[in-house]
């Protein structure tokens, strides 16, 4: 018989904790769940009205179930004393520094997390991995939680990687409690931004990975209920941790090469006259490749893809793989070809030049429907059209002002919103961004920027001429938009 879940604490507010264990909550009535942050300011704003992540029918989710049976909170501590079951959902970013840097995830808030788990517990814990973490994080987590009595025993079934053994001495772990047990699952997520919250209602699988041991069994079969409470049995699985935690990595890895595949090809369409919608058509229709996810574009952004392919590389090249390893890399590197390849474009069709040309930026966010600007190739185009001396005009339906001024700025230095400001501006909408403009740059799919919602001969009236639209996301019904003057240049189609 496995334990029933009364209690859950989330540590970690962000765009995983937050609507997953709101819905979590909305689904399952009965369960406290309690999401917890350090960072104060994202917790004042979840227990506002104006939440700190936009996604759609977040808002009706969280506010249904808010102060009912779910609760945010910077009480840490509290959280964790009365859960049962606690999800480590903090992030996990590509170190900058040390060992692996510029590929290892940065382990340092699971661990911080963990630790604290292991020193405010006062009762067993199931503590579930969130975050998007290496193959053989959980043997990590476990040591720092481990009782002696519980290491002694298990050591034998979870090890097989010599390498990463604790020491003898490192038994006497200063966080070890000998009456609490913890165990640690595997959760990963799979939820992409955006379409968060139907991705919780409907998710294609939930992966669950424990330790092939009775009690890890049990602790996988108590996470289970919870999402039993509106996810079909079948589509509950649950394998080996190190399966699960490696899936996750693959799982990315997988959709991303699908974008650099289909973004290879789009080069090759510029090139020939094939066009890459159509081709993305044809091939989708094989049943054995399915259509989705076969959308070319200015390169694909967004936390996680790059972070969890160069852990991977990290990963294989710790593993002494170096061919597997080069593999995945090509994955980042194509995507960061295509992104450099449509500014060329851009400045090419401009006349090779864009000193003193405007540029309106449509769509700042990494893709349409959220407000997440995080490794966002707008980023790294309005990057390179500043180093051509442009004047840049930015307008994104949901990104906060303040967040372009952060995007742009250099690492490390403090204050050059100023010097951004002299060539970088942001539109209170798409019309202002483009008025007295030489070319349209579409970096995000929006809905907002097609021809059927947008008023596209007033702008056209308004720019400069020839006045030219770059497509870098395949929205725009190019024939109808040249109808009206606009010379149109679209991604995976030929010049
Ligand atoms: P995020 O940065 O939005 O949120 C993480 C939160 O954790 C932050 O608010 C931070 O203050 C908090 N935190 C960090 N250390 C803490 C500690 N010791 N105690 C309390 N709070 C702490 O990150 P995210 O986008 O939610 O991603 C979280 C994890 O989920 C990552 O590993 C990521 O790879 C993975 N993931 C993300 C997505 C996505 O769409 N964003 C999808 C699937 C998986
Ligand atoms: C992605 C995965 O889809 C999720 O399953 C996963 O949980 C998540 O990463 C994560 O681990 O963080 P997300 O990055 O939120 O989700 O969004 P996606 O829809 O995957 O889009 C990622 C990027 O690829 C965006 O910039 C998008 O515009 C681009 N993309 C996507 C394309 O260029 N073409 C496509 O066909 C699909």
């Known amino acids: 018989p496995h334990v029933t879940i009364k209690s859950i604490c ?11 264990c709101a819905v979590i909550a909305h689904k399952n009535p009965h369960i406290k769940v309690t999401i917890v942050d350090l960072n104060a300011a994202r917790i004042a704003a979840w227990n506002s009205d104006e939440l700190p992540i936009y996604e759609p029918g977040l808002d009706e989710v969280v506010k249904s179930t808010r102060g009912k049976n779910l609760f945010f909170s910077t009480d840490v501590d509290a959280g964790i004393l009365e859960a049962d079951l606690i999800f480590v959902s903090v992030n996990t970013p590509t170190k900058i520094k040390g060992i692996g840097a510029g590929f290892a995830a940065d382990l340092g808030y699971v661990e ?11 009762s067993d814990k199931i503590v579930v991995e969130k975050s998007t973490v290496p193959c053989r994080t959980a043997q990590s987590m476990r040591y720092i939680v481990s009782t002696p009595n519980l290491f002694l025993t298990h050591l034998g079934s979870f090890s097989t990687n010599t390498d990463a053994l604790p020491t003898r001495g490192s038994q006497l772990e200063a966080n070890a409690k000998p009456d609490i047990h913890f165990d640690i699952l595997s959760n990963p997520e ?6 968060a919250i139907s991705d919780l209602f409907y998710p294609d699988r939930v992966l669950i990975g424990s330790l092939d041991t009775e009690r890890g069994r049990s602790a996988a079969a108590s996470l289970a209920d919870v999402y039993a409470g509106w996810v079909a049995r079948d589509q509950i699985i649950t394998m080996n941790l190190w399966s699960s935690e490696l899936s996750k990595l693959a799982a990315n890895a997988l959709l991303a090469q699908r974008i650099s595949s289909i973004n290879a090809l789009s080069a090759i369409c510029e090139a020939t006259g094939a066009d890459i919608d159509e081709v993305s058509y044809a091939c989708g229709l094989d049943t054995r490749i399915g259509p989705k996810f076969l959308k070319a574009s200015v390169g694909f952004g967004g936390s996680c893809f790059q972070k969890d392919i160069l852990n991977l590389v990290y990963l294989s090249e710790s593993l002494h793989l170096p061919e597997v390893a080069t593999y995945w890399k090509q994955v980042v590197e194509m995507n960061e070809y295509q992104k450099r390849r449509f500014t060329n474009r851009v400045i090419s069709c401009l006349f090779n030049t864009l000193t003193g040309k405007k540029i309106a930026v449509f769509g700042f966010a990494f893709k349409k429907d959220t407000g997440d600007t995080r490794e966002s190739p707008a980023i790294t185009l309005v990057n390179y059209f500043r180093e051509e001396k442009a004047y840049i005009s930015i307008y994104d339906p949901k990104v906060e002002e303040s967040q372009v001024w952060m995007d742009l700025a250099e690492p490390g230095v403090v204050d050059e919103t100023e010097v951004i400001k002299k060539q970088v501006s942001i539109a209170a909408d798409p019309y202002e961004a483009a008025a007295g403009a030489d070319a349209i740059v579409i970096c995000t799919e929006w809905n907002d920027f097609r021809e059927t919602v947008l008023d596209y001969e007033r ?10 639209i770059f497509d870098g996301r395949l929205i725009l019904d190019a024939k109808k938009v040249s109808e009206i003057g606009f010379k149109v240049e679209t991604i995976g189609r030929p010049r």
């Open 10 to 20: 989330c540590i970690g507010a962000g765009y995983v904790g937050g609507p997953t």
């Open 112 to 122: 911080s997390a963990t630790r604290k788990i292991a020193e405010v517990a006062k």
């Open 190 to 195: 799979f939820l992409a931004e955006g379409t």
């Open 459 to 468: 702008i056209y009236a308004s720019m400069k001429k020839p006045a030219f």
